[in-house]
């Protein structure tokens, strides 16, 4: 027998916003869409377009088939490379096979690439702060040489450096970082190297900054905070550590069915957001898997306003 809607505990749950897609994330999804529609069906992607496994689902029943390598990728159809950005040596690839491509690289992501390129042609040493083998760290290094670059992920990586030539280093940082974390290793490099040369703005993107901001908000209150996201996604796991420090109880799952309904004893108040490739049908999905169970009071905690955009490729863009 259903419970009725009085039997039904109350909790007071706090959206964040901004959450879900981000800029860049739109941009990548509608340039699969626009290529499955401008060439038909198949079209390849090299590498999850973005991380979250709904997103890919959906492309998928439109037509589009991922990979992880170019090699994967028969001759004569075209291919898309994912929002996370691809060494230098992929788009080479594609030309000499003479494979149409379609860039779905975050113009921020492209934006940290050309400032790799700038650092080697002054000269300079790159110090690289991000996470080993994410698909966005991968692509950064293969702007460059091998060589030209060296990964530090903690504070302790940086005391533990030992460049050739201390005096003409530069950093670079993944765009989805922690901005607390990354503040921390940034203040580190400046004391060990003064004259370490940084990038002229923030390398972490607005979109990253903005959710931190927001779940820190939330958090603050809330008891609870669900983060939707992909375990591989690294601003929705980052979404997760900042709730924890603001000291709220936070997992990261990826869809309703996820959620563990023991994790809500003793909680009145409930956080939830999206990490940046997470649609907001999955939000909604929580909220009506939430409001079966309890007597939802929802509120929306906004922290900022996006109204970034970004253009589509030449020849895909809408009329």
């Not at 149409?100 to 110090?127: F, M, N, W």
């Not at 940082?173 to 580190?188: C, G, K, P, W, Y």
């Not at 375990?231 to 709730?243: G, T």
């Not at 009071?297 to 996006?306: C, D, F, L, M, P």
């Amino acid at each position: 027998m259903n419970q009725n809607l009085d039997e039904k505990p109350p909790i007071s749950l706090l959206v964040a916003a901004p959450r879900g897609f981000c800029a860049g994330v739109d941009r990548a999804i509608k340039i699969v869409e626009l290529a499955i529609e401008k060439y038909g069906a198949p079209v390849y992607v090299r590498h999850e377009i973005v991380h979250n496994k709904y997103v890919v689902d959906e492309l998928k029943t439109l037509g589009a088939i991922f990979v992880e390598e170019l090699d994967e990728v028969p001759d004569g159809v075209p291919v898309v490379f994912s929002a996370h950005g691809v060494p230098k040596a992929v788009p080479h690839k594609a030309e000499e096979r003479g494979l149409e491509y379609l860039d779905a690289t975050c113009p921020l992501v492209s934006k940290v690439h050309r400032q790799a390129e700038r650092q080697v042609e002054h000269g300079r040493h790159i110090i690289f702060v991000g996470h080993a083998n994410h698909p966005e760290v991968v692509g950064t290094f293969g702007q460059v040489e091998d060589g030209q670059m060296t990964l530090v992920e903690t504070v302790d990586d940086v005391e533990a450096l030992e460049p050739q030539d201390g005096e003409n280093l530069a950093f670079l940082t993944q765009t989805t970082l922690s901005v607390d974390d990354t503040r921390a290793i940034v203040e580190s490099l400046q004391e060990r190297f003064p004259n370490i040369v940084g990038p002229k703005g923030e390398d972490i993107c607005y979109a990253t900054s903005n959710r931190q901001e927001a779940v820190k908000r939330i958090a603050e209150t809330a008891e609870l905070v669900l983060v939707i996201g992909a375990p591989n996604s690294s601003n929705s796991l980052r979404l997760v550590e900042v709730a924890e420090r603001e000291g709220a109880e936070s997992y990261l799952i990826q869809r309703a069915d996820e959620i563990d309904f023991n994790w809500f004893k003793g909680v009145e108040t409930l956080g939830l957001t999206a990490g940046a490739s997470a649609p907001e049908i999955l939000v909604r999905e929580v909220v009506s898997t939430l409001e079966q169970r309890f007597e939802v009071h929802e509120e929306k905690v906004r922290t900022a306003k996006e109204r970034m955009v970004f253009k589509l490729p030449r020849g895909l863009e809408v009329t």
